[in-house]
């Protein structure tokens, strides 16, 4: 879930030198990151010191990384709502975080809640608007909510063009609701910049399936087992090739 660490890195970069309480955020982070219960054992301490939300944060990042994410959603929440508190602007960037962890979790419905809070800031911009508005598609998309997870994707398309994910999921929506040539169109996008993602070769050739067109359904499910031979997405590509094998 590199959403997570591209967030806390993308905090805001103070003007002139570092801050004490900065400089110990980096430090927590780096363990974090490297070394994840010495993280969480330092953001424990600092939280005791009054490190406040960017001990929180820390510890949130360092559950993270070890995908215990309903206790990284929990400090995410956290650290977020101390923010609010204090009126520092990072609670935005807290609230997506928690999101991206809440989603992890496959906790759909508390990914929403917590999205909404995100977005509601108004201070989410460039790619982390658009991450989480990707984000907050796929909680709909999960509850059932087709038509608000389209509005939210074509933002996060707008946002976070460079992210195929973004390309994947809305192709794959397109074609979930019937309209082909917009899955196609995306899709390809999502091929431009990930081809070699299983699960983007995978949905190409859903969607040429989809589309009557033999050749390229072949030819992505081809790829897909190849890139993920001992995966669910590779098998799931294998299925479908079998009707070819049967047909021959």
Same mark, same amino acid.
């Given at each position: 879930?590199?959403?997570?660490?591209?967030?806390?890195?993308?905090?805001?970069?103070? %003007?002139?030198?570092?801050?004490?309480?900065?400089?110990?955020?980096?430090?927590? /982070?780096?363990?974090?990151?490297?070394?994840?219960?010495?993280? *969480?054992?330092?953001?424990?301490?600092?939280?005791?010191?009054?490190?406040? &939300?960017? +001990?929180?944060?820390? @510890?949130?990042?360092?559950? +993270?990384?070890?995908?215990?994410?309903?206790?990284?959603?929990?400090? &995410?929440?956290?650290?977020?709502?101390?923010?609010?508190?204090?009126?520092? @602007?990072?609670?935005?960037?807290?609230?997506?975080?928690?999101?991206?962890?809440?989603?992890?979790?496959?906790?759909?419905? #508390?990914?929403?809640?917590?999205?909404?809070?995100? !977005?509601?800031?108004?201070?989410?911009?460039? !790619?982390?608007?658009?991450?989480?508005? !990707?984000?907050?598609?796929?909680?709909? %998309?999960? $509850?059932?909510?087709?038509?608000?997870?389209? $509005?939210?994707?074509? #933002?996060?398309?707008?946002?976070?063009?460079?992210?195929?994910?973004?390309?994947?999921?809305?192709?794959?929506?397109?074609?979930?609701?019937?309209? *082909?040539?917009?899955?196609?169109?995306? *899709?390809? #996008?999502? %091929?431009? #910049?990930?081809?070699?993602?299983? $699960? %983007?070769?995978?949905?190409?050739?859903? *969607?040429?399936? /989809?589309?009557?067109?033999?050749?390229?359904?072949?030819?992505?499910?081809?790829?897909? +087992?190849? !890139?993920?031979?001992?995966?669910?997405?590779?098998?799931?590509?294998? +299925?479908?090739?079998?009707? &070819?094998?049967?047909?021959?």
């Amino acid at each position: 879930m590199m959403l997570l660490l591209l967030a806390a890195a993308a905090q805001t970069t103070p %003007v002139g030198p570092p801050s004490p309480e900065e400089q110990r955020w980096e430090r927590c /982070v780096e363990l974090a990151v490297d070394d994840p219960a010495a993280g *969480i054992a330092e953001a424990n301490r600092w939280r005791m010191a009054d490190g406040r &939300f960017l +001990a929180e944060q820390c @510890r949130g990042m360092a559950y +993270a990384r070890q995908q215990r994410w309903v206790s990284a959603g929990g400090a &995410f929440e956290t650290a977020a709502r101390e923010a609010e508190v204090a009126r520092d @602007r990072r609670a935005s960037k807290y609230w997506a975080q928690a999101g991206n962890a809440w989603l992890a979790a496959g906790e759909a419905a #508390k990914a929403r809640t917590v999205l909404d809070a995100a !977005l509601a800031t108004g201070t989410l911009e460039g !790619l982390e608007l658009g991450e989480a508005h !990707l984000d907050r598609a796929r909680a709909l %998309v999960a $509850s059932g909510d087709l038509a608000g997870a389209r $509005s939210d994707l074509d #933002k996060a398309l707008v946002h976070a063009a460079k992210d195929p994910m973004a390309w994947l999921l809305s192709a794959n929506l397109a074609r979930r609701t019937g309209n *082909i040539p917009l899955a196609r169109e995306h *899709i390809a #996008k999502a %091929v431009e #910049k990930a081809g070699d993602d299983a $699960s %983007v070769q995978l949905e190409a050739g859903n *969607i040429a399936a /989809v589309a009557r067109d033999e050749a390229a359904a072949k030819t992505g499910w081809t790829r897909a +087992a190849q !890139l993920a031979p001992d995966g669910p997405i590779g098998a799931s590509a294998r +299925a479908a090739l079998q009707q &070819f094998t049967t047909e021959e």
